[in-house]
């Protein structure tokens, strides 16, 4: 009975290591083959090494420390507070309602129907999701397209 208990507590508890595990993951994002920028598992966001934002986890982005906008969890892309376009359930990118881009199951990023990149691993969690597109979004001026 007590080596019943014992290996249901091991097995619980490698269960929520393992959840744990997933939630903690690093997300690479790379450009041409080449790593250019990483979220972190903390959502920090590194890009070409230096520590430049943060992703928050109610959506919040954060550039330098200061807040530039937000990827709300229906997927709604706001800058300074205004609605500037939205992350589909599916991953695709719109401005202002025309499709320009997606962020695919895979961790295939798509900018005009060419791939522009990749995320690796890519997207086991929604919040991961949002994080990738965060980066696209708030640091890259080319990719959603200059923004006032």
Known sequence: ???????????????????????AQE?????????????????AIRIEGAIEGHFESGGDVRKSGSLVGSIEQDG????????????????GLRRE???I???????????GGSIWG?????CPQPLDRRAVAAVLVFFIEDFFGRIP
């Open 101 to 111: 881009g997606a962020i695919e199951e895979d961790g295939t990023i798509r900018l």
């Open 27 to 43: 997300i690479d994002i790379r450009q041409g083959g080449s790593l250019w920028a990483r979220v972190e598992a903390d959502k």
């Open 118 to 122: 990749q995320a690796s691993p890519c």
């Open 1 to 23: 009975m007590t080596s019943s208990i014992v290996r249901l507590m091991i097995a619980a508890l490698g269960c929520f290591l393992a959840g744990l595990a997933l939630q």
């Open 97 to 99: 309602g025309t499709l």
């Open 76 to 91: 709604t892309i706001r800058r300074n507070g205004s609605i500037i376009g939205r992350l589909e359930s599916d991953g």
